[in-house]
C-alpha cells in the first residue's frame, strides 16, 4: 500500500526519428545533465529540454523541488557509479546511475539530434540500508532457502535468539509491491529490526524475499501466470515454506504469522490456507479488515483534499467514475478481469482480494490476534485500521490492540505533525522499541 514517489519526470516522450553524429563517449552528453541537476544548475537543465519537456516540467523550481525530495527521502548525494548511453530510434538515450546514502537511482536521459532533452524519468530505483546497530552477539542469524532446488527457489534469513530453545517464532510477511527480507524501502529496514530485536527479546522469526521481489523474471516470462497473479502466489507459497521450514526444526517452538501493511490485511486468510491448528496466532501491524480498492480510494481521497481547487472536482469526478465501476468489475467472467484494470491494480487480482473477508475468516478461525497500529500512519489511517479492526471483530474472538500514537506506516515513532508523504520516512529510521517489546511480551506470555 506504498504511496509511489513523486519523480523529477515520468513520461518518455516519443519524438520524431533523429540522426546521430558519432561519438566518442556516447554516455557524456547524458551524464552532464544528470552532473548539472546534481549541481543545482536547475536553469540550464531546463532551458536545454525540448518545449515539451519543458510543459511536463512547469519551472526550474519544480524540477528542484523534486531533486529535494529525491535526496530527502533516499539521502546524501554519492556521485554518478555507471553510465551508459546507446541509440535508440533517432535518440541518444543514456542510463545514468547515481549514489544516494539510501538507494542507487538509474535515470533514463533521452537526447534528441541538437542535443535538447527529450526524456528524463526515474528508471529504478535500488534501496540501500544503514547497516545495523544490533549486537549481532546476543542472536544467531542462518540462511535459509525456501524450496531448495526449485526454479522459484528463495532466500531468506531464520534469526534466533541464543540458546537451545525451544523458541516460539514468527513467519514474516511484507506489505504489497516487492520486497526484499527487510522490506528495505526509503532507507528504512523494519523486518531486520523487527527480527534482531524479536530475537534479543526471545523470538525467532524467519524472513525471505518477497516472491514478487525475487522472482520478478519468472513472472515477467509467463504472461499466463502474471495475469492470474493472487494473493497464493505473492503471499501463500512462500509462507507454506516457511512454516513447513520451521516445523522440521527442534529449536523451533510455537509459530506465529506477522504480517505488516497488506501482509497483515491477508492474515486471516493465509492462516486458515496454511492450517490454523498448525499455528499459535497472528500479529497484524498497519493492517486492515478493508478491501484493497478501499484502501486505494481513501488514499486517493486525501490526495485529492491537498489538490489545488482547480482541478479537484474533476480529479473527483474520475475517481469516482472509477469507484462506480465495482458493480462491472463483480459481473466479469476471469477471463474478462484478466484483461481488465481497477484502481490501477489487475481486475483478477482485486478480485482475488475480495474474495475473503478477513474479519470473518479470523472470527471463524478463533486464534488470538495481536492487532498494531500506528496513530501518525497515513497509508492505512487508525480509522481504516485498527477502529476497523475493532468494529468488525466486535469482541467475538481474543484480540489484544495497540495503538501508538506518535508511529508511522513504517512502524518507527515520527516527531512532530506527518507531513502525509514520503518526506515523513527518513532513512535510517528504526522500528520503534516498544513495539518490538510488545510483540515479544505477548508472544511469551501465550
Given at each position: 500500500?506504498?504511496?509511489?514517489?513523486?519523480?523529477?519526470?515520468?513520461?518518455?516522450?516519443?519524438?520524431?526519428?533523429?540522426?546521430?553524429?558519432?561519438q566518442?563517449?556516447?554516455?557524456a552528453?547524458?551524464?552532464?545533465?544528470?552532473?548539472?541537476?546534481?549541481?543545482?544548475?536547475?536553469?540550464q537543465?531546463?532551458?536545454?529540454?525540448?518545449?515539451?519537456?519543458?510543459?511536463?516540467?512547469?519551472?526550474?523550481?519544480?524540477?528542484?523541488a523534486?531533486?529535494?525530495?529525491?535526496?530527502?527521502?533516499?539521502?546524501?548525494?554519492n556521485?554518478?557509479?555507471?553510465a551508459?548511453?546507446?541509440?535508440?530510434?533517432?535518440?541518444?538515450?543514456?542510463q545514468?546511475?547515481?549514489?544516494?546514502?539510501?538507494?542507487?537511482?538509474?535515470?533514463?536521459?533521452?537526447?534528441?539530434?541538437?542535443?535538447?532533452?527529450?526524456?528524463f524519468?526515474?528508471?529504478d530505483?535500488?534501496?540501500?540500508?544503514?547497516?545495523?546497530?544490533?549486537?549481532?552477539?546476543?542472536?544467531?542469524?542462518?540462511?535459509?532457502?525456501?524450496?531448495?532446488?526449485?526454479?522459484?527457489?528463495?532466500?531468506?534469513?531464520?534469526?534466533?535468539p541464543?540458546?537451545?530453545?525451544?523458541?516460539?517464532?514468527?513467519i514474516?510477511?511484507?506489505?504489497?509491491?516487492?520486497?526484499?527480507?527487510?522490506?528495505?524501502?526509503?532507507?528504512?529496514?523494519?523486518?531486520?529490526?523487527?527480527?534482531?530485536?524479536?530475537?534479543?527479546?526471545?523470538?525467532?522469526?524467519?524472513?525471505?524475499?518477497?516472491?514478487?521481489?525475487?522472482?520478478?523474471d519468472?513472472?515477467?516470462a509467463?504472461?499466463?501466470?502474471l495475469?492470474?497473479?493472487?494473493?497464493?502466489?505473492?503471499?501463500?507459497?512462500?509462507?507454506?515454506?516457511?512454516?513447513?521450514?520451521l516445523?522440521?526444526?527442534?529449536?523451533?517452538?510455537?509459530?506465529?504469522?506477522?504480517?505488516?501493511?497488506?501482509?497483515?490485511?491477508?492474515?486471516?486468510?493465509?492462516?486458515?490456507?496454511?492450517?490454523?491448528?498448525?499455528?499459535?496466532?497472528g500479529?497484524?501491524?498497519?493492517?486492515?479488515?478493508?478491501?484493497?480498492?478501499?484502501?486505494?480510494?481513501?488514499?486517493?481521497?486525501?490526495?485529492?483534499?491537498?489538490?489545488?481547487e482547480?482541478?479537484?472536482?474533476?480529479?473527483?469526478?474520475?475517481?469516482?467514475?472509477?469507484?462506480?465501476?465495482?458493480?462491472?468489475?463483480?459481473?466479469?467472467?476471469?477471463?474478462?478481469?484478466?484483461?481488465?484494470?481497477?484502481?490501477?491494480?489487475?481486475?483478477?487480482?482485486?478480485?482475488?482480494?475480495?474474495?475473503?473477508?478477513?474479519a470473518?475468516?479470523?472470527?471463524?478461525?478463533?486464534?488470538?490476534?495481536?492487532?498494531?497500529?500506528?496513530?501518525?500512519?497515513?497509508?492505512?489511517?487508525?480509522?481504516?485500521?485498527?477502529?476497523?479492526?475493532?468494529?468488525?471483530?466486535?469482541?467475538?474472538?481474543?484480540?489484544?490492540?495497540?495503538l501508538?500514537?506518535?508511529?508511522?506506516?513504517?512502524?518507527?515513532?515520527?516527531a512532530?505533525?506527518?507531513?502525509?508523504?514520503?518526506?515523513?520516512y527518513?532513512?535510517?529510521?528504526?522500528?520503534?522499541?516498544?513495539?518490538?517489546?510488545?510483540?515479544?511480551?505477548w508472544?511469551?506470555?501465550?
Amino acid at each position: 500500500m506504498k504511496r509511489i514517489l513523486s519523480v523529477i519526470v515520468s513520461l518518455m516522450l516519443i519524438l520524431p526519428s533523429l540522426a546521430f553524429a558519432a561519438q566518442a563517449d556516447p554516455a557524456a552528453a547524458p551524464r552532464a545533465i544528470v552532473e548539472m541537476l546534481y549541481a543545482g544548475e536547475y536553469r540550464q537543465v531546463f532551458d536545454q529540454s525540448t518545449p515539451d519537456v519543458q510543459a511536463m516540467l512547469g519551472s526550474e523550481e519544480s524540477l528542484a523541488a523534486g531533486l529535494m525530495q529525491i535526496t530527502q527521502v533516499y539521502g546524501a548525494y554519492n556521485g554518478i557509479v555507471s553510465a551508459a548511453a546507446g541509440e535508440q530510434d533517432g535518440y541518444l538515450v543514456g542510463q545514468i546511475t547515481c549514489s544516494h546514502e539510501y538507494a542507487d537511482i538509474t535515470y533514463t536521459v533521452a537526447l534528441d539530434a541538437d542535443g535538447l532533452i527529450a526524456g528524463f524519468t526515474i528508471a529504478d530505483v535500488r534501496q540501500k540500508a544503514a547497516a545495523s546497530t544490533a549486537d549481532s552477539s546476543l542472536f544467531v542469524s542462518e540462511p535459509i532457502t525456501l524450496r531448495a532446488g526449485e526454479a522459484d527457489a528463495t532466500q531468506g534469513l531464520l534469526t534466533l535468539p541464543n540458546g537451545d530453545g525451544p523458541f516460539p517464532a514468527v513467519i514474516m510477511m511484507q506489505g504489497s509491491g516487492a520486497s526484499d527480507m527487510n522490506e528495505t524501502v526509503f532507507g528504512i529496514t523494519p523486518f531486520r529490526d523487527l527480527a534482531e530485536g524479536l530475537a534479543m527479546a526471545g523470538v525467532a522469526s524467519i524472513r525471505y524475499d518477497k516472491y514478487t521481489f525475487a522472482h520478478a523474471d519468472l513472472l515477467k516470462a509467463d504472461p499466463e501466470l502474471l495475469a492470474a497473479f493472487t494473493a497464493k502466489e505473492e503471499y501463500i507459497l512462500d509462507a507454506q515454506a516457511a512454516l513447513d521450514l520451521l516445523r522440521a526444526d527442534g529449536r523451533i517452538g510455537e509459530i506465529y504469522l506477522l504480517g505488516h501493511s497488506q501482509g497483515a490485511m491477508l492474515l486471516p486468510r493465509i492462516m486458515q490456507t496454511l492450517g490454523a491448528e498448525r499455528l499459535a496466532g497472528g500479529v497484524m501491524l498497519a493492517g486492515t479488515p478493508l478491501p484493497l480498492w478501499m484502501i486505494q480510494y481513501h488514499q486517493s481521497l486525501a490526495v485529492l483534499a491537498k489538490t489545488p481547487e482547480a482541478e479537484r472536482d474533476a480529479k473527483t469526478a474520475e475517481l469516482e467514475t472509477e469507484k462506480a465501476r465495482l458493480d462491472q468489475i463483480r459481473a466479469m467472467t476471469d477471463e474478462e478481469l484478466k484483461q481488465a484494470t481497477f484502481f490501477g491494480v489487475p481486475a483478477y487480482y482485486q478480485m482475488d482480494q475480495m474474495s475473503v473477508d478477513a474479519a470473518q475468516t479470523a472470527i471463524r478461525l478463533q486464534k488470538p490476534l495481536l492487532i498494531v497500529q500506528g496513530g501518525k500512519d497515513w497509508q492505512v489511517t487508525p480509522a481504516d485500521g485498527i477502529e476497523a479492526w475493532q468494529a468488525a471483530l466486535d469482541g467475538k474472538l481474543a484480540v489484544t490492540y495497540k495503538l501508538y500514537p506518535d508511529m508511522t506506516h513504517l512502524l518507527f515513532d515520527l516527531a512532530g505533525e506527518p507531513a502525509g508523504d514520503t518526506t515523513d520516512y527518513h532513512a535510517g529510521s528504526a522500528v520503534s522499541q516498544a513495539l518490538i517489546d510488545d510483540i515479544a511480551a505477548w508472544i511469551l506470555q501465550k
